[in-house]
């Protein structure tokens, strides 16, 4: 970042915004903040299901964009602005899901709680969300400013909601989209007539070796939007933790030999190699502070400047399309909401202290600088990965891990300090603290994220910052009062993370949250001391290998995210696999359009149509089937059974996987005729 980046406008040099700032437009409507609503409650919901299930949730902005820019055309007097507002409050649903699901079902795991607790959850996704909204305030313009931030997923927002204003041809990718995915995953994890993933795995000389496969449509097309690069990496972490990890860890650590081969390989992914993921993340989430400390210190710089020039110049001065919430008044509900962190860390922190004990104040008041100063710093690098590379590869969970450690480390140091006062702690009582706070961060950073996309989108048509960002706290506070609900019913449904609400409950269908176990395993194992950090170091190694690949490949303009590796290394296979068969299933998309576009077969502007179609129909099949599984989830938590719908014996398990392949493999057929039509 440059720090001559001061004017008035943030706007880049030679573009205009679509509704030139001398034009007001109703952005704020009923009928518009009554439908950002009704998405945001389905949207959240969604990414609740999807992120519990394999630790990834995708932007919920151009679905967002998409529905409102369909509902809209229903009423007269619509707008571009009022669609954008709709689409920058629904895809808060997202935004706080992730910052929320990331860690707070930590303290289920931990068996620290037997139910999500509304008051808790919702208070931290009410806090966070605001906290994420005002950090951005002064870095809105700079970041958008900055030429090297091309902003892709806020690009095609903006693209999306530009194209609302000519065409409304655009819906139909997105509702097949959804209808297709929604119909495969009631067949696989409803009637269980199509499986969901594929296993082998078996015992030769001594060590075990396998390969597993999930088939979700939901995550296929997670793949093929987070593109080739990301799953590349991802599959070099599947080939380091699981063709290479499991058989070398079983060899030298031994198994019970009657177990079943598959039985022996989760053991050892579950008590080893996702230590070594953990290790990677953390590596990675470090480098990626230190790599953007100095253009986070820039952009601050020149933001602030910016910010205190435009005010000078009064309300009057400053054009429509950059007028944020006045600094002022963010600045005083900063302030408000960190007393509400001081007080929401004491009345976690009774629980476990009790209300006599002066430790608390101890701890809420580092905890509040803590979310204040530490939170800052990640929402600013959140906010620069949004214009880098999308919000939906914000890699959120390796600065949390980051972020937990310090705080782990920070806090040992007060217990150490203060013994008198922590000597009746246990370590379940201090890393739940731990988790507690970090949470606060979590949803600050994932809506700093969002947040810095939908400005970007709204840049390009034309809003007004300060509405959008009204808005935003609005979707949030929304988002995160629904949430908890949501929470509890995918609990009561499936389980989460290895836990169980009752006995009987079948463990294939369990949600993973694997960032929530992660924080979990970290907090605890910091503060009893037996983390296994040689299977962390390995991790680490691996990390530092990673980013050399990643330094190289810049050069050839192109990318290996090392938390990608880590990523690959911690997941099951059942939800990394698709993945990568999204990624790849991209790149062939993309190859084959670019030698039809060099043929003359098609042309530039439909090769770039063809790509939107299918991402489009990708972010439908992530929503449709991803809220399919919260709708099974009711019958499930109602007749407290899994199986509440099942059509099937187990007898029919091997018709149900070569259904479930076929399924998949016309699944791939389509999307790729989508995205190289030459139609």
């Keep these: 970042m440059s720090t001559q980046n001061t004017g008035s406008s943030a706007q880049p040099a030679g573009s205009e915004p679509f509704i030139p700032a001398t034009q007001s437009l109703p952005e704020i409507t009923l009928k518009g903040t009554i439908l950002a609503v009704f998405l945001t409650i389905i949207l959240t919901a969604a990414n609740a299901f999807l992120g519990l299930k394999v630790g990834l949730t995708i932007s919920a902005s151009i679905p967002a964009a998409v529905f409102s820019m369909g509902a809209l055309r229903f009423f007269k007097n619509s707008n571009i602005l009022e669609n954008n507002i709709v689409q920058t409050a629904a895809s808060t649903g997202e935004a706080v899901t992730s910052g929320i699901i990331f860690i707070i079902p930590a303290l289920i795991i931990l068996k620290y709680w037997t139910d999500f607790n509304y008051i808790e959850t919702a208070a931290i996704g009410v806090v966070g969300s605001i906290l994420g909204v005002i950090f951005s305030i002064p870095l809105r313009r700079v970041l958008l400013a900055d030429p090297n931030l091309k902003f892709p997923e806020g690009v095609a927002i903006g693209s999306v909601l530009k194209a609302s204003e000519s ?35 078996t015992i030769q000389g001594g060590k075990v070796f396998g390969l597993g496969v999930g088939l979700s449509p939901a995550l296929i097309a997670a793949g093929y939007i987070i593109g ?49 993921g953990v290790g990677a993340m953390t590596i990675g989430g470090v480098w990626t502070l230190i790599n953007l400390a100095k253009p986070v210190y820039l952009g601050l710089k020149a933001s602030i400047y910016s910010v205190s020039h435009l005010e000078g110049k009064g309300v009057a001065g400053i054009p ?31 629980a476990s202290l009790g209300d006599g004990n002066n430790l608390r104040y101890v701890i809420a008041f580092i905890g509040a600088l803590y979310v204040l100063f530490v939170g800052f710093i990640l929402a600013s690098l959140s906010g620069y990965f949004a214009g880098l590379i999308g919000a939906t590869n914000n890699p959120a969970s390796g600065m949390l891990i980051a972020g ?20 009746a702690m ?80 079948d463990h294939s269908q369990m949600l993973a949250a694997p960032q929530a ?29 990673s980013i050399v690949v990643d330094e190289i490949a810049k050069r050839r303009h192109s990318r290996f995210p090392v938390l990608a590796v880590g990523i690959g290394i911690y ?9 990568v068969i999204g990624g790849v299933l991209s790149y062939i998309c993309r190859r084959k359009s670019a030698q039809m576009k060099r043929e003359k077969i098609v042309s530039e502007a439909q090769t770039a149509n063809n790509q939107h179609n299918a991402l489009l129909q990708a972010c439908g099949l992530v929503a449709g089937a991803s809220i399919m599984g919260v709708i099974l989830a009711i019958p499930f938590a109602i007749t407290r059974n899994s199986n509440a719908l099942r059509i099937v014996s187990e007898s ?12 998949i493999i016309g699944l791939g057929v389509w999307m790729y005729r989508v995205a190289t039509s030459s139609k």
């Design 517 to 545: 176990g992660l924080m979990a395993a970290i907090a605890q194992g910091v503060f009893e001391g037996d983390l296994p950090w040689a299977m962390i170091g390995v991790g680490g190694i691996i990390a530092v290998f």
């Design 571 to 579: 997941l099951p296979l059942a939800a990394s696999v698709p993945l």
């Design 404 to 423: 937990i450690l310090v705080l782990c480390l920070l806090l040992m140091v007060v217990f150490e300090l203060m013994p008198g006062y922590a000597g």
């Design 426 to 505: 246990t370590s379940l009582n201090k890393a739940v603290i731990a988790i507690l706070i970090i949470s606060i961060i979590g949803s600050a950073i994932t809506m700093a994220n969002d947040t810095i996309q939908d400005l970007k989108a709204g840049q390009m048509v034309g809003a007004t910052p300060w509405k959008q960002q009204a808005m935003l706290v609005f979707g949030g506070l929304i988002g995160a009062l629904m949430l908890p609900f949501i929470l509890q019913l995918l609990f009561h449904a499936y389980g989460i993370g290895g836990v169980f609400p009752r006995a009987g409950m």
């Design 167 to 201: 065409s409304g041809s655009e819906i139909k990718y997105l509702v097949f989209g959804g209808l297709f995915g929604g119909l495969i995953e009631f067949a696989q994890d409803g009637l269980r007539v199509l499986a969901n993933s594929l296993e082998y795995w």
């Design 652 to 663: 029919f398990t091997p018709i149900a996987s070569a259904l479930g392949v076929i399924s």
């Design 320 to 350: 429509r399309t950059e007028r944020d919430i006045p600094i002022r008044h963010a600045f005083w509900v900063l302030a408000f909401m960190m007393i509400l962190v001081f007080f929401l860390i004491m009345y976690f922190t009774s």
């Design 228 to 276: 080739v690069n990301v799953s590349i990496a991802i599959f070099v972490g599947i080939v380091l933790g699981w063709l290479c990890g499991v058989p070398i860890i079983s060899c030298l650590h031994g198994f019970d030999s009657v177990s079943t081969g598959a039985a022996i390989a989760h053991d050892v992914w579950s008590n080893n190699i996702r230590y070594v």
